[in-house]
Structures are given as structure tokens and as C-alpha cells.
């Protein structure tokens, strides 16, 4: 009777220490923002701190951004302007029917592609492979990410092709 007690127990310590429910974070929660945000606008001035890294000047404004959100929570556009209201560059989201990320793109002020990342994801919903492409198609970075079993980020091997070196983080 103990023995089966025992097997038991250690069969739901185990169930609920491995088999959590990884629920990928939308890309408020990653921002850390709560509720239900469409839209933020980041207005970005010129500042002189003083030693202790306070703020004792704002100077003269410099660029605007906007982050649009779509009814999930994730992003689906990052606009940023110079202070006369010129694009600078312009990103696009793309997303699986769950939310996980399947596409982002880079465009120029003049609309033409900058470069493109195409994302796969494991079972759990984190991206586990970022490819990222030139205008041309050529393959430009290729990140290979590593997590622990709860689901936390803990490595990030980025592999350059054009100038052929490695970096490999760990979080």
C-alpha cells in the first residue's frame, strides 16, 4: 500500500512539475503592458542628466513611434518617424491562428524590403529558430534558441553567413 502511495505521488509530482501548459506570451506582456492596448505612441526628446543620471534638461524633440497591437495582444506594426513626421523604417508582424510569431518584415522609408525573419516554433509555442533573409532571398543570420522546462529563454546561438562567425548568448 505505501509503494503504491508512494509511486503515486511521485507520478503527480512529476506530472505537475513537467507537463505545465507553456503559454506563449503576446507581445503586450513581453512589452510589460497590461489591459487592452491598440496602440502606443513613444515620443523620444533630447536630455542632459546630470552625474547621477537625473534628467536636468529635455532639449529638442526628436522622433515619434508607433506600436499598433492587434485583438490578441500582438504586435501587427512599429512605425518610427523623425520629428517632421518622415517614416524612418516600418515593421510588419505575421501570426499563426495560436499567436505564435511566423513573420516579421523590415521595410525602408521608401516601402522596399530592408530584410525579412521567418520564425518556427516548438509545441509550446516559443520560437526556437529565427531565419533571416535579405532582399534578394539570400539567407543573412540564422538564431537557434534554447530553453529550460519551464519554458524560460536560456540560450541564443546567432550564426552570421557573410562574415561566417558564431555568438552564442546565454540568459
Avoid at 27 to 54: F, H, Q, R
Avoid at 87 to 102: Q, V
Avoid at 129 to 157: A, C, F, Q, W
Amino acid at each position: 500500500m505505501k509503494t503504491t502511495i508512494s509511486i503515486l505521488f511521485i507520478f503527480l509530482l512529476f506530472h505537475f512539475c513537467f507537463s505545465q501548459d507553456h503559454k506563449q506570451k503576446n507581445s503586450l506582456e513581453t512589452d510589460n503592458l497590461k489591459g487592452k492596448i491598440k496602440e502606443v505612441k513613444e515620443l523620444c526628446y533630447s536630455a542632459m542628466e546630470n552625474d547621477a543620471y537625473e534628467i536636468i534638461k529635455i532639449g529638442h524633440y526628436l522622433t515619434n513611434t508607433v506600436i499598433r497591437y492587434n485583438e490578441n495582444g500582438n504586435r501587427i506594426d512599429w512605425n518610427k518617424f523623425d520629428s517632421t513626421g518622415n517614416l524612418l523604417y516600418r515593421h510588419t508582424y505575421k501570426y499563426d491562428e495560436i499567436g505564435n510569431p511566423l513573420e516579421e518584415n523590415w521595410y525602408n522609408p521608401d516601402s522596399s524590403l530592408y530584410f525579412m525573419a521567418i520564425f518556427k516554433c516548438d509545441d509550446n509555442g516559443n520560437s526556437i529558430e529565427e531565419n533571416d533573409y535579405r532582399p534578394d532571398g539570400s539567407l543573412r543570420t540564422m538564431s537557434l534558441y534554447t530553453y529550460d522546462v519551464k519554458g524560460n529563454k536560456i540560450k541564443r546561438r546567432r550564426i552570421r553567413f557573410r562574415w561566417s562567425f558564431i555568438l552564442s548568448y546565454h540568459f
